[in-house]
């Protein structure tokens, strides 16, 4: 755990020059953003505890209810929400653990810009917080039969607890090995592209002639777990990634020759003589595309399958085969309904109680927002929370929860 930064407790008692207090008892919070007012907790049905969204724009003095994309906050009794940047919204929701309360509205960022033209509306996306580390995913790309399933099997096999794979949706039919919702999520192609519509994909592809995507879900499934996400992707999913929010490392599989790779693709068995062709018709494609500048981080040969393994375990700084302990983090810390916030720069101040009550350190804690990545449609990942703590001589010092 790296060293938790100070956070000068004294300076709560004042005035606060940069940040303010706001209850989470009320179910409405409304924040003013330009000539914007986005009112949060407003619902149409209150008894559901969705957290709705209205937007009243002052300059046509009208209410608007936008759109709204990402994964969803479930039913919540009372929240805080506090204006992170004219891009996004930092909402907590009360009477809930660490690992459920910290989620982001965004107003205004990259994704939610591209969507307004997209859907020609009013458009706003979750984005949930998860307080971690945030090791980048890992996107594994190359032609068909490379290796790279192989590969990232025996690295989930070494490393159970550290990785966790992000389970693809696709249109082509199952092979007989391969488990719904394990190997794919086998899906219809008119459902995929109405899922495609509604957003609900980071990226997807025609692939061989079929629909591949990678859904926001699958990704934030792995996050959630607390496990680094490996992705397999084709090199056009890899591009559209490259384009996206995900911040990721991204790897390139290389065959030692062409021949090999065909040899690979026949000696597996899963494919018809026409499949494979095609397969190889499209691996030319991407073997010239794996080396357009930018796209790729890393170019590995896959020609002895222990070699290159290693050659993967090293880059990722795994080489010496221990699999490291999570960093512990303090999920499990419940918010209480009645809580307050405040902002210094990129730490929120959170009090456990009414502002007008005597703060107490064990009460409060801080969560730094200075390393955040990623963002909607995805989860936003490197928070980092601990307790404020004032040390007896006075000076300032913070310590992480146990
Ligand atoms: N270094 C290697 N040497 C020889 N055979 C290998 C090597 N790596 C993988 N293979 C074999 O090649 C075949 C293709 O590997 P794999 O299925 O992992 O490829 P892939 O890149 O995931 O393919 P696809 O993109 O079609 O899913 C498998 O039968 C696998 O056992
Ligand atoms: N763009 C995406 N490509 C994907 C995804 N999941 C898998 N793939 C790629 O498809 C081909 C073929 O896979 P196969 O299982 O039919 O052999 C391979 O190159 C995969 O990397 C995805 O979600 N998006």
């Not at 730490?347 to 109680?353: A, E, M, R």
Request: proline share 4%; with cysteine; charged share 25%.
């Amino acid at each position: 755990m790296g060293e938790a930064p100070a956070f000068i407790v004294d300076d709560l008692h004042g005035n606060f020059p940069n940040g303010l207090f706001l209850k989470s008892k009320s179910r409405e919070t409304a924040l003013n953003i330009g000539d914007r007012t986005y009112v949060i907790g407003a619902t149409e049905n209150e008894s559901s505890g969705i957290i709705g969204i209205r937007v009243f724009d002052k300059s046509t003095c009208e209410w608007v209810i936008p759109t709204v994309l990402g994964t969803k906050p479930g039913p919540s009794k009372g929240q805080s929400a506090i204006l992170l940047d004219e891009d996004r919204i930092l909402v907590i929701k009360g009477n809930s653990t660490f690992d459920d309360c910290f989620w982001f509205l965004e107003i205004n960022t990259a994704f939610v810009r591209e969507q307004k033209v997209r859907l020609g509306k009013e458009v706003v996306a979750w984005s949930k917080g998860v307080v971690s580390e945030g090791d980048k995913p890992i996107v594994i790309s190359g032609p068909s039969g490379v290796g790279k399933g192989t590969l990232i099997s025996k690295l989930m096999q070494e490393f159970p607890s550290m990785f966790g794979f992000s389970v693809s949706h696709t249109t082509r039919a199952p092979r007989s090995n391969e488990q719904n919702g394990v190997h794919y999520h086998f899906t219809e192609r008119s459902v995929m592209e109405k899922e495609i519509d509604d957003a609900k994909f980071l990226e997807f592809a025609a692939v061989h002639g079929n629909l591949y995507g990678t859904s926001v879900e699958a990704v934030d499934v792995v996050a959630d777990k607390g496990k680094r996400c490996i992705l397999d992707i084709d090199v056009q999913g890899a591009r559209s990634m490259r384009a996206s929010s995900l911040e990721a490392i991204f790897i390139f599989i290389s065959p030692p020759s062409f021949e090999e790779l065909e040899k690979r693709l026949c000696a597996r068995g899963t494919e018809t003589e026409e499949q494979i062709q095609k397969r190889l018709r499209n691996a030319k494609v991407e073997l010239e595309q794996g080396n357009t500048p930018g796209l790729f981080d890393h170019i590995l040969v896959n020609d002895d399958l222990v070699t290159c393994y290693e050659n993967l375990k090293k880059l990722l700084g795994l080489n010496h085969g221990v699999e490291t302990t999570q960093k512990s983090v303090p999920n499990l810390i419940h918010v209480p309904l009645e809580h307050s916030v405040a902002r210094i720069d990129q730490k929120i101040l959170i009090n456990f109680g009414a502002p007008e009550q005597e703060k107490s350190s064990q009460n409060m804690f801080v969560l730094n927002l200075s390393s955040i990545k990623g963002g909607a449609p995805a989860r936003t990942r490197g928070l980092s929370i601990y307790a404020a703590e004032q040390s007896r001589n006075g000076t300032t010092d913070s310590k992480m929860p146990s």
